[in-house]
């Protein structure tokens, strides 16, 4: 069973930087592994909404319009690690940040449209706090 891990979050000034990671402590080389993975986040009040994925493996990567050459996420190689780059940091980006990795394929199937259905393993969360 894949079980996920965030850390990294933490308060921030509005402007600045963040980097939030999202790993399988027990994955290894013979770990079955998803085929992709993504970061969600969730603030009080608002609806979970899907920031940024990644395939496992590829280069291939989606964002959400509102993070947008702000975020940036990568894979570790050989490894089931995910970093979350986040730059300018606004006020609005305060949330919990959740890992997510699932391995749907389904006619239409993109990893952008971030449908939670599409995602069998969540991490417990890393609260990021952006200052204004």
């Known amino acids: 069973q894949v079980k996920l891990e965030e850390s990294g979050g933490g308060s921030v000034q509005a402007g600045g930087s963040l980097i939030v990671s999202c790993t399988d402590p027990?994955?290894?080389?013979?770990?079955?592994?998803?085929?992709?993975l993504a970061w969600f986040r969730q603030a009080p009040g608002k609806e979970r909404e899907g920031v940024a994925g990644?395939?496992?493996?590829?280069?291939?990567?989606s964002y959400s319009d509102s993070v947008k050459g702000r975020f940036s996420i990568s894979q570790e190689d050989r490894k089931l690690r995910v970093y979350l780059e986040m730059n300018s940091l606004k006020a609005e980006d305060s949330a919990m940040y959740y890992c997510?990795?699932?391995?749907?394929?389904?006619?239409?199937?993109?990893?952008?449209?971030?449908?939670?259905?599409?995602?069998?393993?969540w991490g417990h969360g890393t609260q990021v706090t952006v200052s204004s």
């Open positions: 990644i395939y496992i493996g590829t280069y291939a990567a």
């Open positions: 027990t994955a290894s080389i013979t770990t079955d592994k998803p085929r992709y």
């Open positions: 997510a990795a699932g391995s749907v394929t389904r006619q239409g199937f993109r990893l952008g449209d971030f449908r939670a259905e599409d995602f069998d393993f």
